[in-house]
């Protein structure tokens, strides 16, 4: 065996004699022999195969590449007698590895006279395959045109296999570095829900332990409105009464009537306790909606009413709802089908409504400020400008769909391709952390067994589509 130094000392060195040869074919110095004369060429030959023959792979074919001699080295690496190879085409060789247009480019450049350099791998009688790298010379005739062809090959089996063991390495070493990628995504991933997780249910405790502290104090006061009301309309009742019995007061009576204008006081007194009845009611939605969005009595698996984790997540955002500065009023529009209630993590099912109504809210004001700068238009049509409406229905018996869709700017598709993703935002510094939306599909998705889909054009507002079913199968929901 040589080595691919060797082989391409022994290419210049084929070059040199090939050129020779031609000048041989193209003098008289030989007597003058015509062209493809067989004794010119075996002239030739003789001097050149002790010196080449010995070293390295040699074949020969005619100008139809048929193979007229084979040396032993050429026998002994393709495993066939002389006998066996002679009058052959080389296609005796084919491994079947390489294709048509390989072979038709080889022929076509040593058919034009040149020197093809190339690796081939061929199949030995055995089947066993072996790689060698191969030299074709053309011997062309006076006329300029190939009558044989010279082939030096060297076998380099062995350093294609290293070569086909190191592209094994690198392509399991990609891979596995493509795992641990993935696993390391994965790992970020959980660690961010396992943080946002810990962070909600740390505001659901606080929450929670709020909520129950403002209702003891709240049960008392509407718990007494009630009874104030009927003795303060008693009281007026009586005053009525004494001045209808007593319609001259004294002196001193009289002055104070006129000092606290009683005759307002009585029709006030009444109004502030009605406001005050109506306050309190307010304040106890309020106070059951907290109760409801921190759910710490149902971190369990059950049943749930989704229409109660939406209304409570958007009593909970009404202060963001009202307009303010300039900012129109962002109106709710509710169309609630029949839904029944849907075994899930309510807790969760909760902690995704309010993220995906926080980026709704924060997206039409974001649309709000582009119009204020001019670089938007406002929007033509019926679609009401700043809103967010939410909408479900129970589809196939077997699932529930819930859409929320926002009037807000919108998003292109680039942006589109990472929401998902663990801390991913467009929102400045400060205002969003990425993990929002991507611990919500984690919920949705890996969590429920469910699908959560986007859809968004710029400009034209957002839509976000959950669906999970009303009964998951067995063992289908990861804790």
């Not at 080595?3 to 110095?29: E, R, V, Y």
């Not at 247009?101 to 089947?127: M, P, V, Y």
């Not at 969590?447 to 976000?464: A, Y």
Request: glycine share 6%; hydrophobic share 35%; with cysteine.
């Amino acid at each position: 065996m040589i080595t691919n130094n060797n082989a391409a000392n022994n290419a210049t060195a084929f070059n040199i004699n090939a050129n020779a040869f031609h000048d041989l074919q193209n003098t008289n110095s030989l007597g003058g022999k015509a062209e493809g004369d067989d004794k010119t060429f075996d002239a030739w030959l003789g001097d050149w195969e002790y010196a080449i023959d010995r070293t390295a792979i040699v074949a020969i074919t005619d100008h139809k590449g048929q193979i007229i001699y084979a040396n032993d080295y050429f026998c002994k690496l393709s495993k066939y007698e002389l006998s066996e190879l002679m009058g052959q085409n080389h296609r005796i060789l084919n491994s079947g590895h390489h294709s048509a247009e390989f072979f038709t480019e080889l022929w076509q450049t040593i058919s034009r006279g040149k020197i093809w350099r190339g690796e081939i791998k061929n199949r030995a009688k055995d089947g066993s395959e072996y790689w060698v790298y191969t030299i074709i010379v053309p011997i062309v005739s006076q006329r300029g045109k190939p009558v044989r062809y010279l082939s030096v090959r060297t076998d380099i089996t062995d350093r294609k296999r290293i070569e086909e063991a190191l592209q094994a390495s690198e392509l399991a070493l990609r891979q596995r570095n493509e795992e641990l990628q993935k696993a390391l995504a994965d790992l970020k991933a959980a660690q961010a829900q396992i943080v946002q997780q810990e962070k909600m249910s740390s505001l659901g405790q606080m929450v929670a332990g709020v909520a129950h502290e403002i209702n003891n104090p709240l049960n008392f006061i509407a718990a007494n409105i009630s009874p104030a009301q009927t003795y303060t309309k008693e009281l007026v009742q009586l005053v009525e009464l004494y001045r209808k019995s007593y319609p001259q007061p004294t002196p001193e009576i009289a002055t104070k009537i006129e000092e606290i204008d009683l005759d307002f006081m009585k029709s006030d007194l009444l109004d502030i306790l009605n406001s005050m009845k109506l306050g309190t009611h307010r304040i106890c939605g309020i106070v059951k909606s907290l109760r409801t969005f921190s759910r710490l009595d149902e971190a369990e698996l059950k049943l749930a009413n989704l229409h109660d984790g939406l209304d409570s997540a958007l009593t909970i955002l009404g202060h963001r709802l009202k307009a303010h500065d300039d900012r129109p009023e962002i109106q709710v529009l509710r169309q609630y089908g029949s839904l029944p209630n849907v075994m899930c993590y309510s807790g969760n099912m909760n902690q995704v409504f309010m993220n995906i109504l926080v980026n709704a809210v924060d997206a039409i004001e974001d649309y709000h400020q582009q119009l204020k700068r001019g670089l938007m238009h406002p929007r033509s049509g019926d679609a009401i400008p700043y809103s967010i409406q939410v909408s479900t229905r129970l589809c196939d018996q077997n699932w529930v769909e819930v859409q929320i869709t926002d009037s807000g700017l919108g998003m292109n598709s680039k942006t589109m391709e990472h929401i998902f993703d663990p801390f991913f935002t467009t929102k400045p510094i400060g205002k969003g952390t990425g993990l929002g939306l991507s611990v919500s599909y984690q919920i949705i998705v890996d969590r429920h067994q469910g699908e959560l889909i986007c859809t968004s054009e710029p400009g034209e507002g957002s839509t976000f589509l959950i669906r999970i079913p009303v009964t998951p199968p067995p063992g289908s929901f990861t804790s």
